[in-house]
């Protein structure tokens, strides 16, 4: 039996899949099939097949069809729903609206980055600044966060008296962290706030900061275990995530642009 994607099957549920053909298409001959005198769109069911594909279904009769009879389906339940009345439901009228609106966005969106695609020059200048980011040294570290910083001193206290970092640790607000002895594993500085990245770029090999170190969380203790050479992965391997990335920062920046020149009141 042919299943349909999650994805077009959430798409069903908005409003572009429920509309049922126009008089324009009704002129033109392109109707899919009439559900108790209400005709459905050819143009849905190439949406929707459109759908299908993009997630490497294949354009085949049977897909089709199966199509026809999950969009005839819908209809049925779509005129059910009407019969009931839900569709003068406040609600239901919402979420029908926030529906719409993702069809909208997300046509835009695909339009938008097809116009500004993101050049090959563009994303090796991202993987460059991520190799300067991430540095030449991997860091094995510990660490203990605690919400105030005399707690924090009072750790590097009982360090100094000889107690465990790992038995210390168990006071460590950081869920991650605080059942592993506070252990973060090997990861650059980059990975971490900037005062706590600094922190541990000026650390010795075995030695624990002796100053508690402020960030926006709280007040850490850091332990740097050992570290060894950083080697970056391939530029080929992450190309692909880095476009999206820059892609994303590229709409981002559109509707800030958007926003700010928007008159809202």
């Known amino acids: 039996m042919l299943k349909l994607s999650k994805l077009a099957g959430a798409l069903l549920l908005g409003a572009l899949i429920s509309l049922p053909a126009t008089a324009a298409d009704k002129a033109k001959g392109n109707t899919l099939a009439?559900?108790?005198?209400?005709?459905?769109?050819?143009?849905?069911?190439?949406?929707?097949?459109?759908?299908?594909?993009?997630?490497?279904?294949?354009?085949?009769?049977?897909?089709k069809n199966a199509i026809r009879e999950e969009l005839i389906r819908r209809e049925l339940l779509v005129q059910q729903a009407k019969k009931m009345g839900l569709d003068k439901n406040p609600e239901v009228a919402a979420q029908a609206d926030l529906a719409r609106q993702a069809i909208y966005i997300r046509a835009f969106v695909q339009d938008y980055v097809k116009k500004h695609p993101i050049s090959d020059e563009q994303v090796k200048a991202a993987y460059d600044r991520l190799k300067a980011q991430m540095g030449t040294t991997e860091y094995k570290l510990r660490h203990i966060l605690v919400d105030k910083e005399e707690d924090a001193k009072l750790i590097i206290v009982n360090l100094k008296k000889g107690q465990k970092f790992e038995e210390l640790a168990t006071q460590?607000?950081?869920?991650?962290?605080?059942?592993?002895?506070?252990?973060?594993?090997?990861?650059?500085?980059?990975?971490?706030?900037?005062?706590?990245?600094?922190?541990?770029?000026?650390?010795?090999?075995?030695?624990?900061?002796?100053?508690?170190?402020?960030?926006?969380?709280?007040?850490?203790?850091i332990l740097l275990e050992d570290t060894r050479p950083l080697t970056p992965p391939p530029f080929d391997q992450i190309k692909q995530q880095l476009a999206q990335r820059l892609q994303q920062e590229q709409i981002q920046k559109l509707v800030n642009e958007l926003r700010a020149k928007a008159k809202v009141d």
């Open 34 to 63: 009439t559900v108790n005198g209400v005709a459905i769109s050819q143009t849905v069911a190439d949406a929707f097949l459109s759908e299908q594909e993009a997630q490497g279904a294949a354009d085949t009769p049977q897909l």
């Open 172 to 221: 460590s607000k950081d869920p991650g962290s605080r059942e592993k002895g506070g252990d973060l594993g090997w990861t650059s500085t980059a990975s971490f706030v900037k005062p706590f990245g600094d922190a541990v770029a000026g650390m010795t090999k075995g030695k624990y900061s002796e100053t508690p170190v402020k960030t926006d969380f709280g007040y850490h203790v």
